[in-house]
């Protein structure tokens, strides 16, 4: 079983609907990171949280760390949100800390 | 301020091969850190340097190395290629490291014959 998983895989939305994509993870972390990838393969970090809630124009994302959730919303989704959308976790193992990734959640928001 | 830049963007190996890929980061930032993306795997923690010295380290064999210079510029290794190497080879940078958002490279497009 993956240390992070993500909900849904893919995810189709019309312009303007209001977009849930879910993470969940099994081990205990120092926080949680969202990413997003676009085609071209550019990956740009959108939040790094360890607790509640933080809101970037049309992105929020909350984490609930009792029972190892986060989620990542877009309101008011345009095609240019269109893009793979990953969830990264910061662990403790030994005396290093390292990111373990979720598999991502490609999101296609059409006009 | 100029991004994080990866060389070279593209690169065609042979299976035991040797090859480096080289990252500048953000001038300012003192951590860089690489990653493999794989259409199987998806993405995968390497390794993170922070003032010329590994930080962290992810779950892979010895075959793969870097180093980080003075300047922050690092340097990353794989030797004795094998075609399950292929990938999408990223770093990112930030100030302080794994604590802190990270800005990404393009990336490099490995292939291995």
């Known amino acids: 079983k993956n240390e992070v998983e993500q909900s849904p895989q893919n995810l189709t939305a019309q312009e303007g609907e209001f977009i849930t994509i879910n993470c969940s993870y099994s081990?205990?972390?120092?926080?949680l990171h969202w990413l997003q990838q676009h085609p071209g393969g550019g990956i740009v970090s959108l939040f790094m949280l360890s607790s509640g809630k933080k809101k970037h124009g049309r992105l929020i994302a909350t984490i609930n760390i009792q029972e190892k959730h986060s989620s990542l919303h877009i309101t008011a989704s345009h095609p240019r949100d269109s893009a793979v959308y990953i969830c990264a976790v910061r662990v403790r193992e030994g005396g290093s800390e390292k990111l373990v990734f979720g598999k991502g959640t490609k999101l296609t928001v059409n006009p | 301020k100029a991004g994080v830049t990866q060389t070279p963007r593209y690169l065609i190996k042979t299976r035991g091969q040797q090859v480096t890929l080289s990252c500048s980061p953000i001038s300012g930032h003192r951590s860089v850190s690489w990653y493999q993306q794989t259409p199987g795997q998806g993405l995968q923690f390497l390794f993170e340097y922070f003032s010329e010295t590994q930080r962290n380290k992810g779950n892979f064999p010895g075959r793969f190395s870097g180093r980080q210079f003075s300047n922050s510029r690092s340097e990353m290794n794989v030797s004795t290629l094998e075609l399950g190497d292929s990938a999408l080879y990223l770093c990112?940078?930030?100030?302080?490291?794994?604590?802190?958002?990270?800005?990404f490279g393009p990336g490099t497009r490995l292939t291995v014959t």
């Open positions: 081990v205990g972390i120092s926080a």
């Open positions: 990112a940078s930030s100030l302080q490291g794994l604590r802190q958002s990270e800005f």
